[in-house]
């Protein structure tokens, strides 16, 4: 028996109801495993403080972490320092906002968040050591200063006077830093952008 029009128009409209719920199910798993994605890669959870090129996140170390900061320690291995302990912050570019190259020159400018102790590491751009065995970071208490107390630490590819930081390879790369024992890890909802060291891109080489 042939169906009415009417039956074909419901069984149509029904259809197209179940296409569209369908693809409305599809994009939001999309983007949920998107953002997921992006938590794990790029960041260490929620919570970010921005200051300047500098990101940090207070709450990767805490005891009530969320789950995207665990997996992210989970996945690099990273040993986060603990609420108590100190703050990590992470740049992946220049106080101008560009990417940080690996061809170009950059000097990082004091001053640095009041802390017992400090560390400035360089890293891939996937947050691993670049290998090569040269430097890979300096300690507070190795730095060169220039009286009374500021100081300036180049990333280059050539040999420069001073605090100098080595980098080889092509691509982008990332400073990490550490500060242990700082007043900021108890109130860490923001942080002004010129406590932060700022960076300054010069020459890029071919």
Excluded: K
Aim: contains cysteine; charged residues 20%; hydrophobic residues 40%.
């Amino acid at each position: 028996m042939r169906r009415s029009a009417a039956a074909r128009r419901s069984a149509g409209s029904g259809l197209a109801h179940l296409y569209r719920n369908t693809l409305a199910i599809g994009a939001g798993l999309a983007l949920g495993l998107f953002s997921s994605w992006l938590a794990l890669e790029r960041g260490h959870g929620f919570g970010a403080i921005t200051a300047g090129p500098w990101t940090g996140w207070p709450r990767t170390g805490a005891d009530d972490a969320d789950p995207y900061a665990r997996a992210v320690a989970a996945r690099t291995g990273e040993l986060a320092l603990g609420s108590a302990e100190g703050l990590t912050f992470l740049a992946r570019g220049d106080s101008a906002g560009r990417t940080f190259d690996r061809r170009c020159d950059y000097t990082i400018h004091s001053p640095v968040p009041v802390a017992r102790f400090w560390t400035l590491s360089i890293l891939d751009q996937h947050g691993q050591t670049i290998a090569g065995g040269q430097r890979q970071g300096f300690t507070s208490g190795e730095i060169i200063r220039f009286a009374p107390g500021p100081f300036t630490i180049t990333v280059s590819r050539e040999v420069r006077p001073g605090n100098w930081l080595p980098v080889s390879g092509d691509g982008g790369f990332e400073l990490m830093l550490r500060l242990y024992d700082t007043p900021l890890s108890a109130n860490a909802q923001s942080i002004g952008e010129g406590a932060m060291p700022r960076i300054e891109r010069g020459e890029c080489r071919t």
